[in-house]
């Protein structure tokens, strides 16, 4: 099972999930941005989350059958997810039960934590599983992940997304006062096309007061239809030569207009105002 105890992963550098074509955190931040100090009990409370999720994940680990642990690595690169997938493909038909539970398990700590490498998750779903229960798996622990992340940055969350994404948090802002009234179309728009991050998204929302519920229906909603398009590429990961391919103008069309028609009744609200 790909569990991130055998990854050497920095986790102090907030990285982009390559799924959702985030912009890197590390790129140069502009001058003057203002950063919000996180206090000493907020930075103790998000350890001990850490902690928890961690220790969680490592009993897990102890309860997996033998295997060739040396393998079992999140996959950067399609070569390595087709190996990847090689390798687990028996162990899943043998222990459907435990790989599912060290999947998901991998897959939600990923997530909430910000680790890279959640869309390799999501192609090995389809390549193992197929497209109903990949799809499954995917947006339940996509949904799982990012409400995680979503608490998790009622923590901590402020003085991260301020300084990294100030401009973004400010364009954000000013969307969700226009948007009060019709918020869920907002929020499916926003998880159904790529216009923002969803790593921003999880991490801005409770800093916006966007309530659970709608941040919660808006991402089990409008992750399936991206989700959909990442499983059935992973019944082709043979095909498929990098994780750009996709999103090509095709796929980015359909999911913009699938997204228009969630901000449907928002467009027609204010042009009944307006005459």
Known sequence: MAAPRSLLIDTSRLIVDEENGEDSPTTKKPVG??????????FVAAF??????STGLFCIYLTMP???YGK????????????????????????PAKFILGYCATYIFMQTFMIPGTIFMSLLAGALFGV????FLVVFNATAGASSCYFLSKLIGRPIVSWLWPEKLKFFQ????KRKDKLLNYMLFLRITPTLPNL?????????????????????????PASYITVRAGLALGD?????????????????????????PTILKRKRIYE
Do not use: Q
């Not at 001990?48 to 999720?53: K, N, P």
């Not at 929302?205 to 992750?223: C, E, Q, Y």
């Not at 994780?243 to 901000?263: E, P």
């Open 72 to 95: 079992l690595r999140v996959p950067r690169t399609i070569a390595d997810l087709r190996l990847l997938k090689e390798h687990l493909a028996m162990y899943a038909n043998h222990y």
């Open 132 to 135: 109903i229960k990949g799809i």
């Open 240 to 264: 498929l030569k990098s994780v750009k391919d996709l999103y090509d103008f095709k796929t980015l069309s359909v999911l913009f207009l699938i997204g228009f028609f969630s901000i449907l």
């Open 174 to 177: 000013g969307e969700i006062a």
């Open 200 to 224: 921003f998204i999880n991490l801005a929302s409770p800093i916006m007061d966007i309530p659970f519920h709608v941040f919660f229906t808006a991402t089990v909603i409008g992750l399936i």
């Open 66 to 68: 033998d295997a060739e």
């Open 33 to 42: 941005a203002k950063v919000v100090a996180t206090n000493r009990w907020e």
């Open 48 to 53: 001990a989350v850490f902690t928890v999720f």
